[in-house]
């Protein structure tokens, strides 16, 4: 398998953080940030405060609980909050703002947008969509994580500033983007790069897995319980499963930001089903998270019908129709595609 080779991009890495007069950055998340995206966003805070930077990092909509343990959590600031004008004026000072873990303006909140003009942005970002904004593109499509780009840069430019609290961040982040390393855009690399960290710095591996995924908050398992026995659904005569999230059934267990994470990769667990979908009802839309084996293109499928993107077999879109609306658009869209018809008969026992 093809591994990418960073030295270009380790320098220029070094220019966009050498290129600071005020020492003072923005580290974007996207919204819903995952692990990845959050470990490799207090990586680099970690390393630019090592550098001297004053750093924020700013989520547009909060992160899940299950990050709360993770080194530097505290410099993150939710801009949907009221601290949103102290934060546009911070932003608005700084003279570098980084975005990590996504390159389209429509996974931050459309108030910032605006405030990129005119600065120094630099994107470091593992999927393959391209950046809809100008910036310094740092962009790997072979890596399984943005976190496994971090540590490749850290590595190559600042190798004797990797320590313990930055390595636990990106360890977190690969963790979850591979699946617990399974996913098919897996690497001997990835390998590598974990088995670095675990001997150089003694990671305690089993805190980090209980801390992500062993520490649901009661009300999320009982959430989960209703989903896959009233949300869950099969598409007929195709090997596709799905899930429909309306603002109702959330809002009857009190999630908290992330309590949907990972939901979909239960529909996908389906004996035979190729295709796995989640339907997440919103205020301003539902949010629609794709996943796939096999060959079947998960990213193009959202970019065709849901304004999305991703990875071949890990996307994510979006709808501004009904719940409704856009669930019988996706059966129709699934429908009129043959690859996907049924080969095979489901077990539904």
């Known amino acids: ?163 313990k609290s930055i390595a636990e961040c990106l360890y977190a982040g690969i963790l979850s983007d591979t699946g617990h390393f399974i996913t098919q855009n897996m690497t001997y690399r990835v390998h590598e790069i974990a088995s670095d960290l675990l001997k150089r710095f003694n990671l305690d591996v089993h805190i980090i897995n209980k801390n992500l995924f062993g520490s649901n908050r009661f009300a999320r398992m009982r959430f989960l319980g209703h989903v896959l026995s009233r949300c869950l659904k099969i598409v007929p005569d195709y090997c596709v499963a799905y899930i429909v999230l309306t603002q109702e059934d959330t809002s009857k267990f009190y999630l908290k930001p992330g309590e949907t994470d990972g939901i979909v990769n239960y529909a996908l667990a389906i004996e035979n089903i190729e295709v796995a979908a989640l339907l997440n009802e919103k205020k301003d839309g539902v949010y629609i998270s794709l996943r796939s084996v096999g060959d079947f293109s998960v990213s193009e499928f959202a970019k065709k019908h849901f304004n999305g993107g991703g990875h071949n077999n890990a996307a994510g879109g979006f709808s501004k129709k009904s719940i409704d609306e856009t669930l019988k658009n996706f059966i129709d869209y699934i429908s009129a595609i043959d690859s996907l018809r049924f080969n095979r008969k489901i077990n539904l026992l």
């Open 1 to 163: 398998m093809e591994i990418y080779n960073y030295l270009k991009d380790s320098e220029v890495f070094k220019s966009v953080i050498n290129g600071s007069l005020s020492k003072k950055a923005t580290i974007l998340m996207h919204k819903n940030a995952d692990a990845d995206c959050v470990g490799a966003s207090l990586a680099l805070s970690l390393l630019l405060e090592k550098l001297g930077f004053e750093c924020k990092i700013v989520s547009s909509n909060g992160y899940s609980s299950n990050f709360r343990w993770m080194p530097n959590i505290d410099k993150v600031v939710i801009f949907d909050s009221i601290f949103k004008g102290t934060i546009i004026d911070y932003i608005s000072s700084c003279d570098i703002i980084f975005c990590l873990d996504f390159s389209q303006t429509i996974r931050i909140d459309s108030n910032i947008v605006g405030l990129l003009d005119g600065k120094k942005v630099c994107i470091i970002d593992h999927h393959p969509d391209q950046p809809d904004f100008v910036a310094v593109n740092i962009l790997n499509s072979l890596a399984a994580s943005t976190c496994e780009i971090i540590y490749e840069l850290i590595s190559l430019s600042y190798s004797e500033m990797l320590d």
